[in-house]
């Protein structure tokens, strides 16, 4: 059994930066693609990010792009989202998702599993 923890949420002001933690427990963390998502209420779960086994394929979203660097760490079994320029929109329940196979990277259907999400709140 797979198991993903997410950690690093909390209140930042606009402008500010947070690096989001997922640690992963199970089956050998190098056979998964990782990916974040978030999701604010009401809505369905959106791709932010994602990265290949390896750490050489990395996906954002347009959104995101020059302000999030998704990174991972395989012999740690760690996934990071390092969030700058933080803005009110940004503020979700973010996600960790693993897929052990994929085709499409943004579809949160592809994703096998998840963390419990961790809050991240940006004040204007």
């Known amino acids: 059994q797979v198991q993903l923890v997410e950690s690093g949420g909390g209140l930042v002001q606009a402008g500010g930066s947070l690096r989001l933690s997922c640690a992963v427990s199970?089956?050998?963390?190098?056979?998964?693609?990782m990916a974040w998502f978030r999701r604010t209420p009401g809505k369905e779960r959106w791709f932010v990010a994602g990265i290949s086994r390896k750490g050489i394929l990395i996906q954002y979203a347009d959104s995101v792009k020059g302000r999030f660097t998704i990174s991972r760490d395989n012999a740690k079994n760690t996934v990071y989202l390092q969030m700058n320029s933080l803005k009110p929109e940004d503020t979700a329940v973010y996600y960790c998702a693993a897929a052990g196979e994929i085709d499409v990277w943004d579809s949160y259907t592809s994703y096998d599993y998840w963390g419990q999400g961790t809050q991240v709140t940006v004040s204007s």
């Open positions: 199970g089956r050998d963390f190098g056979s998964y693609v």
